[in-house]
């Protein structure tokens, strides 16, 4: 287990944590290195020498939602707070990659991996969040259901189609149309918003632990199949792997060793 577990988290907190643990480790264990590896690269094919510009649009996804976390303070009023979490909460609910590579560490355990797991609509628009995390819960019902409970297409829905208003006291949703209005208590807005955003940053730090904290630079691992071998790069500084290279030699390595553990060692994540 890479995650730690600490007495002054909440239940919902330990859940996140515990589930996101469970479904990298499952994942990793299953002995399907190459199909782990591209989906920690976002679930995207895979070349001979891989860069971190695979992943490039996820750092961006986290430089933003950190930058704005930042702008949050007790210097604001709370009503300002609230619509700078309103637009953490819809930048982390629309990233394709979450759902995406979720799916994907569902499906590697059986030597499965979709790069488009969700199927265009009308071969056009991307699926929907919620149906995405239905296609999830009907592959995992234990992540599915958790993911429910904070992912939230109201909220989305009304802040992003600027049909809202926000009160003292509460949040009014669809406020322009007053047979579909739904109101929300100011906490239980804020325990939405402040759940979306701790599922955010466990499951980047769930991810970036895979990525720096299993794999040694120069570790072999077999690719779709025994006659593909490929060396893994991994940034020396760092330690997070970052590419792929092909090669003649046979598997090793000392994740070898990690992965047939039966239990990992906690980490502090970074």
Not at 136 to 151: H, P, Q, R, S, W
Not at 173 to 178: E, G, I, V
Not at 201 to 216: H, L, S, V
């Given at each position: 287990?890479?995650?730690?577990?600490?007495?002054?988290?909440?239940?919902?907190?330990?859940?996140?944590?515990?589930?996101?643990?469970?479904?990298?480790?499952?994942?990793?264990?299953?002995?399907?290195?190459?199909?782990?590896?591209?989906?920690?690269?976002?679930?995207?094919?895979?070349?001979?020498?891989?860069?971190?510009?695979?992943?490039?649009?996820?750092?961006?996804?986290?430089?933003?939602?950190?930058?704005?976390?930042?702008?949050?303070?007790?210097?604001?009023?709370?009503?300002n707070?609230?619509?700078?979490?309103?637009s953490?909460?819809?930048?982390?609910?629309?990233t394709?990659?979450?759902?995406?590579?979720?799916?994907?560490?569902?499906?590697?355990?059986?030597?499965?991996?979709?790069?488009?797991p969700?199927?265009?609509?009308?071969?056009?628009?991307?699926?929907?969040?919620?149906?995405?995390?239905?296609?999830?819960?009907?592959?995992?019902?234990?992540i599915?259901?958790?993911?429910?409970?904070?992912?939230?297409?109201?909220?989305?829905?009304?802040?992003?189609?600027?049909?809202?208003?926000?009160?003292?006291?509460?949040?009014i949703?669809?406020?322009?149309?007053?047979?579909?209005?739904?109101?929300?208590?100011?906490?239980?807005?804020?325990?939405?918003?402040?759940?979306?955003?701790?599922?955010?940053?466990?499951?980047?730090?769930?991810?970036?632990?895979?990525?720096?904290?299993?794999?040694?630079?120069?570790?072999?691992?077999?690719?779709?199949?025994?006659?593909?071998?490929?060396?893994?790069?991994?940034?020396?500084?760092?330690?997070?792997?970052?590419?792929?290279?092909?090669?003649?030699?046979?598997?090793?390595?000392?994740?070898?060793?990690?992965?047939?553990?039966?239990?990992?060692?906690?980490?502090?994540?970074?």
């Amino acid at each position: 287990m890479l995650m730690e577990i600490t007495n002054d988290l909440t239940s919902f907190q330990k859940r996140v944590l515990l589930s996101l643990d469970n479904l990298f480790e499952k994942a990793f264990k299953t002995g399907y290195d190459f199909l782990f590896i591209q989906t920690l690269f976002g679930a995207h094919p895979l070349s001979l020498t891989m860069t971190q510009e695979a992943t490039s649009s996820i750092f961006e996804t986290v430089h933003f939602v950190r930058y704005f976390d930042q702008l949050v303070s007790e210097n604001n009023s709370q009503k300002n707070n609230l619509r700078i979490g309103l637009s953490i909460y819809c930048h982390i609910y629309e990233t394709n990659f979450i759902p995406r590579i979720i799916y994907n560490l569902i499906t590697i355990r059986e030597g499965i991996l979709d790069c488009l797991p969700f199927k265009l609509t009308n071969n056009k628009w991307e699926m929907s969040p919620d149906r995405k995390i239905k296609q999830i819960a009907e592959k995992d019902k234990v992540i599915g259901d958790l993911m429910n409970e904070f992912y939230d297409s109201k909220i989305r829905n009304a802040f992003v189609h600027s049909d809202y208003i926000l009160t003292d006291e509460k949040i009014i949703l669809t406020a322009d149309r007053n047979m579909k209005r739904v109101v929300y208590p100011k906490n239980d807005l804020a325990n939405k918003l402040d759940n979306m955003h701790f599922f955010f940053e466990a499951f980047i730090q769930t991810w970036m632990a895979y990525k720096i904290e299993i794999y040694n630079n120069g570790d072999v691992i077999y690719g779709n199949s025994k006659m593909e071998r490929y060396k893994l790069i991994v940034n020396a500084e760092n330690h997070e792997l970052i590419g792929l290279e092909s090669t003649d030699e046979e598997p090793n390595g000392e994740y070898l060793k990690r992965r047939n553990c039966n239990k990992q060692e906690s980490g502090k994540i970074i």
